[in-house]
C-alpha cells in the first residue's frame, strides 16, 4: 500500500487547513487509518484514526474539538480537518494504514506515507 499525503503548508493561528491522504490499494477499506504528527525533537505522535468502515474515530485530547478525520472509501482517500490552529500543532503530518480495524499506536500501522509539513505561525 502506498499512501500520498496532501495540503500542509504555512498558516496563521486560528486558520484552518485540510490534509488528505490518497491510498493505491484497491483494498483500501480493509484498513485502519491514522494520521501521526512530529515535531522537531520530539517523538512521533498520535492525532487521529478511523476505523474501515468511518464509523468509529479516536482523537488525542490534545486536538479533540478542532479535528475531525474521515475517510471516502469510494475514492481511497482519507482526510484530516484541522480547525483553530495553533503553534503547538506545527510538525509534519503522516497518514498511516493499519490492517486492524483501528488503533493509536504507531507500532500497529504497517504503511506509512512520506508526511507533510505543517506550520503554524502565531
Known amino acids: 500500500v502506498q499512501l500520498q499525503a496532501s495540503g500542509g503548508g504555512l498558516v496563521q493561528a486560528g486558520d484552518s487547513l485540510r490534509l488528505s491522504c490518497a491510498a493505491s490499494a484497491r483494498t483500501f477499506s480493509a484498513y485502519g487509518m491514522g494520521w501521526f504528527r512530529q515535531a522537531p525533537g520530539k517523538e512521533r505522535q498520535f492525532v487521529a484514526a478511523v476505523n474501515r468502515s468511518g464509523g468509529t474515530t479516536y482523537y488525542a485530547d490534545s486536538v479533540k474539538g478542532r479535528f475531525t478525520i474521515s475517510r471516502d472509501n469510494a475514492k481511497n482517500t482519507n482526510y484530516l480537518q484541522m480547525n483553530s490552529l495553533n503553534a503547538e500543532d506545527t510538525a509534519v503530518y503522516y497518514c498511516?494504514?493499519?490492517?486492524?480495524?483501528?488503533?493509536?499506536?504507531?507500532?500497529?500501522?504497517?504503511?506509512w506515507g512520506q508526511g507533510t509539513q505543517v506550520t503554524v505561525s502565531s
Open positions: 498511516a494504514a493499519t490492517p486492524a480495524s483501528i488503533a493509536t499506536s504507531p507500532r500497529h500501522y504497517k504503511y
